[in-house]
């Protein structure tokens, strides 16, 4: 089946209206698409640590059980920790998803296929693990569908949200990680986060 | 002094500690324990060492202190990950058993063990040695102090002078 959802309308519509939701995104392209569609200091991208995306999102998802926190990563990201979603799985966090942007490429090397291209399942890997939904998007309907249950039902959820393979345009949000950790936490926790 | 789990553990309360990461080790087993059994403590167990770097750093970016519990085979899977730990100045506090030093019965061990300060230090994380039961709690607590004031990755090595030598034997009589 050829993949018809493209990458920056799906994460711009995940996105849209996110309220207090909180951002963490894999590095590369994911990264690139919550910037582009509207860099915030709730959003935590990532420019290293190739597979702890989901691990991050699990520790602030249990730090703060009253928000909900979004993790939004490639497939390559997501295969390189693949364990990560058997940790979520036992700690069942409620507020937490996990939504893999999958065009089965390594997009930021080369556009080389990865392991999904080869019919590599995330979804049942992830409803294997105990995730409380987990799907495989495929189109505008299912992508409403899952954007409704990321801000209204209880987690842990996953979604594979397939997307067609294609360079998109380079949208860098800072790089400097102790100034994203810094605006990340002053937003969430207020002014005086890093000053006692 | 054989009680210097349950020290550790109080001196991860003292510091304010509420998420735990851990991949199971002997020489932890009776502080994961307490960890499990505390209500105000999340004890999260990892498929692999190199989630807890991720997960204590989600847990700083929503206001919580972290701890993170291994063995020194474990520490080598961490060292991407720490990078992130160091570009973004997170605090992380590593409590590692260690294995491959003296008296040890499994060759394989002893790679990993014997390069553990090494790769720590090259990853630019500060390494603390606590060679007796004693120096342990005291240890943690200034690795704490260092890790969260500080804002530095701080690594506890717990000798296995402290811990025992596992043999073949031991493991058999278990």
Redesign the interface.
Known sequence: MKNALRRRQAVEILLRERKDLLVVAGLGSTAWDITAAGDSPLNFPLWGAMGNAAMIGLGLALAQPKRRVLVLTGDGEMLMGLGSLATIGVQQPRNLSVVVIDNERYGETGMQATHTAAGVDLAKVAQACGFKLARLVRNGAQLAALRAAIYRLSGPLFAQVKVVAEKVPLVLPPRDGGILKARFRKALLGEAADLD | MKDWPDAIYKTLKDAGV??VGYVPDAGHKRLIELCLADKEM?A?????E???????????????R?ALLMQSSGVGNCI??L??TR????PLLMLITMRGQKGEFNPWQVPMGQATPTVLEAMGVVVHEANTAEAIAPTVDAAARLAFGSYQAVAVLISQAVIGIKSFQDQASR
Do not use: D, Y
């Open positions: 509420r998420q999340r999260v167990v990892l498929s692999t190199e989630e807890g770097i991720g997960l204590a750093a989600g847990a700083w970016l929503g206001g919580v972290g991407n990950a990078g992130m570009e973004c100045r997170f």
